[in-house]
């Protein structure tokens, strides 16, 4: 590791509240700068690099409290960084960086092109000046954050087609750019999403909850909070916690796929994510064949959201309680990987939650991006769960939402 340059981050979201910043129909700059400072903000915390958020909700705030918020962070540190994040308009394509006129582009340079490498057209990393005095920077973000070392980061234009696609589905594959040239920048060692160096680190995904994560790693819902110093059991996506050293890596089972399976469907069965899935396996294609073997977290006989428990009583048997649950012994026997068909009073059975399936018909204006925010899932699970190959809609479109 080199020597650390700088001392922390101060990450910034422009517009919010009441100001929107540019439109472009139902698209608003606030809500992907938000996007962008929230990710950087975790991202960073996981890096170890220290860093300070002016605010993390769509928050009404006054050019001299953003101002106030972001001087104080470091207390006027000259090794601290300032990153505002916003999107551009006016008819362009691409991601553009501004840097200070107190400051080289070097930063700005490394930010730029890993943006580029990510897949974003590159434009350009300038300084802007006060036209009225030639000596001061244009944007008060960057003129009055001095002597931080500040940038303004314009991921891409919310009017120009080809980039509205771009920033809905890849938003933050750019920030991440950003965030490896801080880290590359700064001396910290840089660990891609996902990685860890140290085995006691865990980042929430989709479903978490204390009591599920405590029962993976083997610890309790007491010592997690504790070690992380939560005061409740509220827990947010992407929100970084410490696991007990002493506790046991998670042990795993073999699933075999069957007719009409697909990744989603496993997934949402043993509570991980597609994408954690493919990890898991090795995986890059969402196909899947009859027979496949497939590696699972292993799991307790626990309900959860799709199962409640059965427990077995005098004169029970599989037909009896298929009969009572409408569903086929067969299927019992392979949600409960049963042996024998023989079963003992107090024995415990997985009986599947009746759910009905909860659709959404597209109107005028909505893309698969508006859907999935307003709906609390993402872009790929939409497409995937509706078997869609691109990003195109048509009004009267019927959707399968998670």
């Known amino acids: 590791m080199n020597e650390r340059k700088i001392t922390g981050v101060v990450v910034d979201s422009g517009h919010g509240g009441s100001d929107p910043g540019a439109i472009s129909g139902s698209l608003q700059e606030k809500d992907f700068n938000l996007q962008a400072a929230n990710y950087m903000t975790r991202r960073l915390q996981e890096l170890g690099i220290p860093v300070v958020s002016i605010k993390t909700t769509d928050e009404d705030i006054s050019r001299t409290e953003r101002l106030r918020r972001a001087n104080e962070a470091f207390n006027g540190d000259p090794n601290a960084i300032l990153i505002s994040n916003h999107i551009n308009s006016g008819g362009g394509e691409g991601a553009e960086i501004i840097y200070a006129l107190r400051n080289d582009d070097t930063l700005a340079s490394m930010a730029l092109e890993n943006i580029g490498d990510a897949g974003q ?6 300084q802007r000046r006060l036209p009225e005095d030639l000596s001061k920077d244009y944007y008060y973000i960057i003129r009055e954050t001095t002597p931080m070392q500040s940038l303004l980061v314009e991921y891409g234009f919310i009017d120009n087609t080809a980039d509205q696609q771009k920033l809905q589905n890849n938003l933050t594959d750019y920030v991440e750019g950003v965030v490896k040239a801080i880290a590359d920048y700064g001396g910290y060692t840089y660990i891609p999403p996902g990685m860890s160096t140290e085995n006691n680190i865990y980042t929430v995904v989709k479903g978490d909850t204390l009591s599920k994560i405590a029962s993976e790693f083997n610890t309790t819902v007491a010592e997690l909070k504790r070690l992380n110093n939560l005061t409740s059991d509220l827990l947010q ?7 007990p050293v002493t506790a ?7 699933y075999t796929v069957k007719k009409g399976d697909t990744l989603y469907g496993i997934a949402r069965k043993y509570n991980i994510t597609v994408d954690e899935l493919k990890r898991l396996n090795n995986i890059t294609s969402n196909n899947l064949y009859i027979g496949q073997q497939l590696k699972v977290p292993a799991q307790e006989i626990t309900g959860g959201e799709d199962y409640e428990i059965y427990t077995v009583v005098k004169g029970d048997s599989l037909w009896l309680i298929s009969q009572k649950y409408d569903i086929p012994v067969d ?4 949600i409960n990987n049963l042996e024998t068909v023989n079963l003992q009073i107090g024995d415990k059975l ?7 399936k ?7 204006g909505d893309s698969l991006w508006s859907i999935a ?13 509706n078997n869609l190959t691109s990003n195109l809609l048509s009004i009267g479109q019927e959707l399968i939402l998670p």
């Open 237 to 243: 996506i992407g929100q970084v916690l410490f696991i």
């Open 248 to 254: 046991i890596t998670p042990t795993y089972e073999t």
């Open 373 to 385: 925010k307003d709906n609390n899932t993402s872009v790929e699970e939409l497409k995937l769960i």
């Open 121 to 126: 057209k590159m434009r350009k990393i300038y």
């Open 331 to 334: 299927d019992l026997i392979e």
């Open 358 to 364: 909860k659709t959404y018909i597209v109107k005028k």
């Open 350 to 356: 997985k009986i599947p939650k009746k759910e009905s």
